[in-house]
C-alpha cells in the first residue's frame, strides 16, 4: 500500500504485544513514514506514550453514545481537559488518586 504514495495512512493498535523499547522504536518508523511520505497518519491505540510521542490531534469517543467526547492535541487535553473520562484516560485514573491522598 505504501508503494501508491498513500495520503493517509491507518494503524490499529500498532504496538499491541510489543514491549516498550520496541512501542518506542516503531512509535519513531511511524514518525519517519509520516514526514517521508507526507501523510497523514490515523492510529488507534490505548498506549499513552504513543498517544503523546506521535499524537498532534486526539479524538476520544464515549464507548455508550459511540460519539466524541473530546479532541485535540493530547497534551492539552491533559492539562486543559474537564471531562473527567478523558483526565482518567490520560493519567490512568492517576489524578483522583492523588487528589483522594491530598484531601
Do not use: C, W, Y
Request: charged residues 25%; negative net charge.
Amino acid at each position: 500500500a505504501m508503494a501508491l504514495d498513500p495520503e493517509v495512512l491507518f494503524f490499529d493498535e500498532p504496538s499491541a504485544g510489543l514491549d516498550p523499547i520496541s512501542a518506542r522504536l516503531l512509535d519513531d518508523l511511524i514518525l519517519e513514514l509520516r514526514d517521508s511520505l507526507g501523510a497523514t497518519i490515523v492510529v488507534v491505540t490505548h498506549e499513552l506514550a504513543s498517544i503523546f510521542a506521535i499524537g498532534s490531534n486526539s479524538i476520544f469517543l464515549d464507548p455508550e453514545s459511540r460519539t466524541q467526547i473530546a479532541g485535540g492535541n493530547p497534551v492539552e487535553l491533559l492539562n486543559e481537559s474537564v471531562d473527567a473520562r478523558v483526565v482518567r484516560f490520560l493519567t490512568r485514573g492517576e489524578r483522583a488518586v492523588e487528589e483522594k491522598r491530598t484531601r
